[in-house]
């Protein structure tokens, strides 16, 4: 609308047969601050339906269904900037806040409600760096806390702390040595759930690639959890299952591609 300055906008509505209808905007200001910074401000509003089972379950003693549902709606709203800091080095950092509203949860007579507000507030920086030509590293720093509004507590099972790093190596011209290394940390309990707090963990994978610009086959092998770390998510309060989901242990795969 302006020199360096540009909005978009658009909306979706989606109408169910279950529930009803629902309608969500999205809007987006950018502008370009300079030749090698772009800053951004964004707002949008999401949903999440109710399931078939949170809907319509019967007879489930761990769950029953509430046809008079709505969905939850999230609102947030986001600042970001992207820094072309030289050729070979990308930075992005990103602030969001959000709203969420009616989500649902299973109350004390295991029925279905729309029951919780929730809010929370966090940021991500991202980088990306071409240390040289068969060198590039990348990786992201993600910090947030979420707050249950009923209680006033962290809302619980995100993490607080999280990063994710990257290294893809082209030690010879057409293998790729690529190794990930991703860090979960202080994870929060519901309020409601009185189990231990769960334990932070790290895992590393590694994938060796093979990729000739002249063929049209590809060949991959990569290990997965290095170093066998009992890497577990949250599961639901109240603890049905108590010793939360574990991730896969140490494995590994081969890959064979090819491309018609």
Sequence with gaps: FTQDWYLTAGVRHDRYSDFGSTTNPRVALVWETAYNLTSKLLYGRAFRPP??????????????????????????????????????????????RYQMKDILRVDTSVTAQNSGRQHGQGMEVDLVWDASQSLRLSGNYAQQRSIDEATNQDAGNAPRNHVYARADWRFISSWILDTQLNYVADRKREPSDTRPVIADYMTVDLTLRNQKRSSDWGFAVSVRNLFDADAREPSPSPGLIPYDLPLAPREYRVELSHLF
């Excluded at 078939?52 to 007879?59: A, C, P, Q």
């Excluded at 489930?60 to 046809?67: A, R, T, Y």
């Excluded at 709606?73 to 990103?94: D, G, I, M, R």
């Design 51 to 96: 399931s078939f089972s949170e809907l319509y379950n019967i007879n489930n003693p761990v769950l029953l269904g509430n046809p008079n549902l709505k969905p939850e709606s999230n609102e947030s709203v986001e600042l970001a900037f992207a820094w072309q800091a030289a050729s070979t080095l990308q930075a992005n950092l990103n602030l969001f």
